[in-house]
């Protein structure tokens, strides 16, 4: 594709829009399509934040994170993000895993649904 991970984080997150204005949760109980194109884009959003996190945790020298959640940890701390945005962010951190790694609770269409249409907050220091 050749995107770079924010171009494909934008996209996304503009899928996601969409699909938090005409996806129901009944849909994706009953649709695997439905169930399959929310959940991927979910994952590629979470999959784009954590490649951008451990980037500037690199970047900026911050050591090497034991954990994806502790990048946005670390950013925090560096005051690279705001406490609240590392929190939200965390919580996307353990979504990718949960979809990527199917666990049980990531075939549930409740977990599919509950982050559909969360926006992630523009606060990161640039």
Request: aromatic fraction near 6%; hydrophobic fraction near 45%.
């Amino acid at each position: 594709m050749g995107e770079t991970q924010l171009d494909l984080l934008g996209r996304m997150l503009d899928r996601l829009d969409v699909y938090a204005r005409t996806v129901n949760r009944a849909q994706l109980e009953s649709n695997v399509d439905s169930w399959l194109m929310v959940s991927r884009a979910l994952e590629l959003v979470a999959r784009c934040c954590v490649d951008l996190a451990l980037e500037m945790v690199s970047k900026r020298g911050l050591g090497v994170p034991d954990t994806y959640r502790d990048a946005f940890v670390r950013l925090a701390q560096s005051d690279v993000l705001s406490q609240s945005l590392s929190l939200h962010l965390q919580g996307w951190a353990g979504l990718r895993n949960v979809l990527a790694h199917l666990y049980a609770t990531g075939q549930d269409p409740a977990t599919v649904f509950s982050p559909l249409g969360q926006r992630l907050q523009p606060d990161v220091t640039p």
